[in-house]
T-cell receptor, first 117, second 108 residues
Framework: DTGVSQNPRHKITKRGQNVTFRCDPISEHNRLYWYRQTLGQGPEFLTYFQNEAQLEKSRLLSDRFSAERPKGSFSTLEIQRTEQGDSAMYLC???????????????FGPGTRLTVL | GIQVEQSPPDLILQEGANSTLRCNFSDSVNNLQWFHQNPWGQLINLFYIPSGTKQNGRLSATTVATERYSLLYISSSQTTDSGVYFCAVNFGNEKLTFGTGTRLTIIP
């Protein structure tokens, strides 16, 4: 299966700890997205990359959150000093976009479920 | 502000029934996707349909961009169709804005 993969699938941490999630996109996809989904809601956009460049960040992405995609392949999302309100499913998606900025189908990974105690 | 609304919020049907899910959006869109989120949280792509009609097996979708709505049709429902259905749109930028979702329950 060459879909989007995410690790870990589940993470339980104590308030105040730092956590890091990894996303591996579909291999030929140059765009990578992070979303967050809380219980009973639809996913909400956090940030996206075109290759290694981070092009847009939501206001939901506080200064405790940082995302990287250093070589334009996999990406990491780090949350520092976690809070109980950070508990959510963190979803990664990828797409194949051309340089003209056209949108294309986004394919989602299975998500990382974070629980902050 | 930009809005994506889905109806109905909940739908309970007997196995074998047909259903229509609706997605209304508040502005012109570059892209519209329908997803099925299974009980484990995985978002499964159903359709990429900014306009027109597409069919895939028992599922079909129609988007009327000029009237700012899309419909997802499910025929001969099966219990495996249960889950939450989301539409999501691009309003001229890269991010997907998700709708409020329709929770579908198919009873055997």
């Amino acid at each position: 299966d060459t879909g989007v993969s995410q690790n870990p699938r589940h993470k339980i941490t104590k308030r105040g700890q730092n956590v890091t999630f990894r996303c591996d996109p579909i291999s030929e996809h140059n765009r990578l997205y992070w979303y967050r989904q809380t219980l009973g809601q639809g996913p909400e956009f956090l940030t996206y990359f075109q290759n290694e460049a981070q092009l847009e960040k939501s206001r939901l992405l506080s200064d405790r959150f940082s995302a990287e995609r250093p070589k334009g392949s996999f990406s990491t999302l780090e949350i520092q000093r976690t809070e109980q309100g950070d508990s959510a499913m963190y979803l990664c998606a990828s797409s194949l976009g051309d340089l003209a900025g056209s949108t294309d189908t986004q394919y989602f990974g299975p998500g990382t479920r974070l629980t902050v105690l | 502000g930009i809005q994506v609304e889905q109806s109905p919020p909940d739908l309970i049907l007997q196995e074998g029934a047909n259903s229509t899910l609706r997605c209304n959006f508040s502005d012109s869109v570059n892209n519209l996707q329908w997803f099925h989120q299974n009980p484990w949280g995985q978002l499964i792509n159903l359709f990429y349909i900014p306009s027109g009609t597409k069919q895939n097996g028992r599922l079909s979708a129609t988007t009327v961009a000029t009237e700012r709505y899309s419909l997802l049709y499910i025929s001969s429902s099966q219990t495996t169709d249960s889950g939450v259905y989301f539409c999501a749109v691009n309003f001229g930028n890269e991010k997907l804005t998700f709708g409020t979702g329709t929770r579908l329950t198919i009873i055997p």
